[in-house]
């Protein structure tokens, strides 16, 4: 029998800390080999000559069969989101379990789990939506479900149905504490945004582009401000998740300054798009409607300095997928009259890492470690999966990504394989692609083509974050 179910031969090994030349053996799913030449005692072998071999990379933040309100279907499932996701280089992703109100967390986990189980391409985790925090959701339910691994939850300070009020967002992070889980917040000020789409609504301006009128930076700022505050009381990490601009990621520095554990998180849009992007003819700017929205090339600069000196943590993709169709209201019964009918959120779990590979390892902005570090290792840490999950060693998963990093392509909806039908980066021209991709040993994409069409990623019960120092209840 062969020493190896797997060698990966020939290839560049980068993993956050290293870029070493060498072969790399894996068996029963696992990495148990790394050496200049392993041979070719294998059942299969891959030549990686001139490729680059990176962990994974773990999308921590994508949202699949959520319900997005009346007559909305978000345009990927499980299949079809992971299957693009392993199209990316992605191994893994941490997709959000969302709480309807009323709902117990364990009825809304039940549901996803039935829509993710036999039908993801990647290995999945999931986060809590908490929007209906009860008294016996922060006493029991929720300090027992992260003792079973669901170690994060999100929390909305805007959004209609799923915000917060302060003393709410208090007693979740007050969970938070307890028990060593890591909240995240989307940190948006909900009455200034409805102040002013009211506003604009009355004098006429209801254009997609007005999706970004009605959310301007001070409204990012000042929950942004607000969340690091309440944070602070509490006396609790938190992770301020897809910022998008300058005076965000001061509040987050600030923070940092006076101690406290803040963690940052930024996406491809806030790196790339502008809010002009909205400016679309007819509905066009549908396809850009995400929120925080893209903003200017100062903020895009801003975004990129945070990416390159560690104020970002992790970078990811928070892929909302809606179709075009949708979300321009051509379906839509009566019209979709104003910006604020249009779902928010955009595709991108395919093209998350071409477009930090391209625009920041090929043009010089960050080294290959960073890359990985800000893709794969720095989710795991901060969602309790390292070490098995985010590195290339011994006794870590075998979840690879193999790179050529001289392939140029430019992105076309075609290359993604995702349920939607655009994609907000179509016609950009990117160096560097994943070309195979190996989830716990087993490969998923060879070459850029689907190895099989069933689906084997298994769902990963998870650790407390190693960005949290342990609390004392569960030490
Ligand atoms: O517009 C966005 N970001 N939609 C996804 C939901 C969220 O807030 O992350
Ligand atoms: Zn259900
Ligand atoms: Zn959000
Ligand atoms: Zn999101």
Not at 329 to 352: C, D, E, H, Q, V
């Amino acid at each position: 029998m062969a020493e190896f179910d797997l060698i990966l031969r020939g290839g560049t090994v980068v993993t956050e800390a290293d870029t070493t030349r060498c072969d790399v053996g894996i068996r029963n799913g696992k990495i148990v080999a790394l050496a200049d030449d392993l041979g070719t005692a294998a059942a299969e072998v891959i030549d990686a000559t001139g490729k680059w071999i990176l962990p994974g990379g773990i999308d921590s933040h994508v949202h699949l069969s959520q319900p997005s309100g009346p007559g909305i279907k978000m345009a990927d499932d499980f299949e079809t989101g992971t299957r693009s996701a392993a199209f990316g280089g992605n191994t893994m992703v941490l997709p959000f379990c969302l709480q309807q109100k009323g709902q117990s967390l364990r009825e809304a986990l039940k549901h996803y789990h039935a829509e993710a189980d036999g039908r993801c391409y990647t290995d999945v985790s999931f986060h809590l939506i908490i929007s209906d925090p009860s008294e016996q959701l922060l006493g029991q339910e929720l300090p027992a479900l992260v003792q079973d691994g669901y170690t994060s939850f999100k929390v909305f300070m805007t959004y209609e149905d799923l915000r917060l009020s302060d003393l709410e967002l208090l007693q979740v992070m007050d969970v938070g504490r307890s028990t060593g889980a890591l909240v995240m917040v989307h940190a948006e000020n909900h009455d200034a945004i409805r102040f002013l789409t009211e506003r604009l609504e009355r004098e006429g301006r209801t254009a997609p582009r007005h999706h970004a009128t009605s959310r301007p930076i001070a409204v990012e700022r000042e929950a942004t401000h607000r969340a690091i505050s309440l944070a602070e009381i509490v006396d609790v990490p938190v992770m301020i998740v897809h910022v998008s601009n300058r005076e965000a990621i001061e509040e987050i520095r600030r923070g940092r300054q006076k101690g406290l554990k803040i963690f940052g998180e930024t996406c491809p849009q806030y790196l790339v798009l502008t809010e002009s992007d909205l400016d679309g003819l007819n509905m066009e700017g549908a396809k850009y409607v995400c929120s925080p929205p893209p903003r200017d090339q100062e903020s895009q600069d801003a975004c990129w300095q945070g990416i390159e000196d560690g104020t970002f943590d992790v970078y990811s993709s928070d892929h909302c997928p809606f179709r075009y169709e949708d979300a321009a209201g051509k379906l839509a019964p009566n019209g979709r009259t104003s910006f604020r009918w249009i779902p928010n959120g955009i595709p991108g779990i395919a093209t998350r890492l071409p477009i930090l590979f391209s625009e920041g390892v090929v043009k010089g902005r960050i080294s290959p470690q960073r890359f990985v570090a800000l893709t794969s290792t720095n989710h795991a840490r901060a969602y309790g999966l390292y070490p098995r999950k985010g590195t290339i060693a011994i006794g870590a998963d075998a979840d690879i990504a193999i790179w050529d990093p001289a392939r140029t392509v430019t992105i076309t909806h075609d290359l993604l394989h995702d349920g939607c039908d655009y994609t907000p980066y179509e016609g950009m021209e990117i160096t560097g692609w994943p070309i195979t991709t190996i989830v716990r040993g087993v490969t998923v994409v060879l070459d850029g083509e689907l190895v099989s069409n069933k689906p084997q990623g298994t769902y990963i019960p998870r650790e407390l974050s190693e960005f949290v120092s342990r609390p004392v209840m569960l030490s």
